[in-house]
């Protein structure tokens, strides 16, 4: 995948070279933004479908497919060269940081639905949408990839595994 040499070529000095110092934080950005459309798109679909009345629980089913989109992604292309561990332990790791990503992912939605009380009848449809894409999709999903990230390269795909 040549993506991020691709990338990195029409990218100015001094910034590329910071990038290059950070690679696999621009690779595993890029898998982020994947997993964010896979994310909203099942999310939506869900919403706005057979799961409309369970917001929360349409985006707990979307995190964990996006979550396997990037367990591959992660492991095939960001983190190709850390690790070292059996597949099977490296993917339960992988999971179990992924799980309470999930759960750091699912609380700013959860509050701005049935705390905040940020839904319809109370608020208008449009301000329940806004309220959910910021709280779970923006809000939720950086607190999560923070954790995720700092969780992946100190257990997941260690480098003094190599």
Do not use: C
């Not at 898998?31 to 479908?49: E, P, Q, R």
Request: aromatic share 12%.
């Amino acid at each position: 995948m040549a993506v991020v040499e691709n990338l990195l070529g029409v990218v100015p000095e001094p910034l590329r070279s910071i990038m290059i110092k950070h690679r696999e934080l621009l690779k595993f950005g890029i898998v982020g933004g994947t997993a964010f459309v896979v994310d909203n798109g099942v999310w939506y679909l869900l919403k706005l479908t057979v799961l409309e009345s369970k917001p929360t629980t349409a985006k707990g089913i979307a995190i964990l497919v996006a979550t396997i989109v990037s367990y591959i992604l992660n492991r095939e292309w960001s983190f190709r060269t850390r690790g070292g561990r059996e597949r099977h332990h490296e993917a339960a790791l992988f999971f179990l940081v992924s799980g309470g990503a999930i759960v750091i992912n699912l609380i700013p939605l959860y509050t701005s639905r049935y705390i905040l009380d940020l839904e319809v009848p109370h608020v208008s449809r449009w301000v329940q949408e806004v309220a959910d894409f910021t709280s779970g999709s923006i809000i939720g999903m950086v607190l999560a990839m923070l954790f995720r990230f700092w969780g992946y390269r100190r257990w997941v795909f260690p480098d003094e595994l190599r």
